[in-house]
């Protein structure tokens, strides 16, 4: 159940004992963890890994036999399309619905539409993703095995995602890492995390040796060669 809170008060529908509300608008562990400009999500894959193992939980847990679990958001409109990312990707992966079938309960009636996410660049933005582009992109990788969460290290993934760890993380696993504002060499300005992060920094990754091919766009910061040499 998906629901959309009109004020701030719940206190009246929480006495009924057949319900059990799962997730608050925002813990701290769904947040997004730093936003660039403007930019609000999606949020990250850790973090719908940690809603969904959070929700598997309450759904199979006997404390909570009989009730109904209520997923419940605010109007706030990033908080908003958060909330209906993750109840719709968690339909699409656990509950095997398509991308239409997840996002169809989440829209009609009265309620508003959603605000699509937006890049990170400065400004007004230029391109937008709805939520319908992120059920589309869950349930693709989904089919062709790209995302399961049986195997999925959480942990890894938080770490290496941090600017001051590298900010980059696996797109297809073991396959094509996505890694951005690599510099020639490491300097002291005060304005890069860590020093900056390096094409031999990343080589450093044990798993990237693994990865066939590397591309890039943008300025020429630095030269193929190092990453191809490196395989």
């Not at 001051?164 to 297809?172: E, K, R, T």
């Amino acid at each position: 159940m998906f629901v959309l809170f009109k004020i701030n008060s719940k206190s009246r529908v929480l006495e009924t004992n057949i319900l059990c509300y799962l997730l608050n608008p925002n813990p701290e562990y769904l947040r997004l963890i730093y936003n660039f400009y403007c930019d609000f999500g999606p949020l990250n894959l850790s973090q719908l890994f940690r809603y969904s193992a959070l929700l598997n939980r309450k759904l199979t847990s006997p404390s909570l036999v009989g009730k109904k679990i209520v997923h419940y958001t605010t109007r706030d409109a990033a908080k908003r399309a958060n909330a209906a990312y993750l109840i719709g990707s968690y339909a699409v992966i656990y509950l095997n619905k398509t991308a239409q079938e997840a996002y169809r309960p989440l829209v009609g009636g009265l309620s508003p539409q959603y605000m699509p996410f937006r890049d990170a660049s400065y400004g007004p933005p230029v391109y937008t993703i709805s939520i319908m582009d992120c059920l589309n992109a869950v349930s693709k990788a989904k089919e062709a095995g790209f995302l399961h969460f049986s195997d999925f290290d959480y942990e890894e993934y938080e770490h290496y995602e941090k600017v001051q760890c590298g900010d980059f993380n696996w797109l297809v696993p073991q396959k094509f890492l996505a890694f951005c504002g690599l510099i020639k060499r490491r300097c002291r300005l005060i304005t890069l995390p860590n020093n900056g992060v390096t094409p031999s920094s990343i080589l450093g990754y044990d798993y990237y040796i693994h990865t066939a091919a590397s591309s890039k766009r943008g300025n020429d910061a630095y030269s193929l060669t190092i990453f191809n040499d490196g395989f």
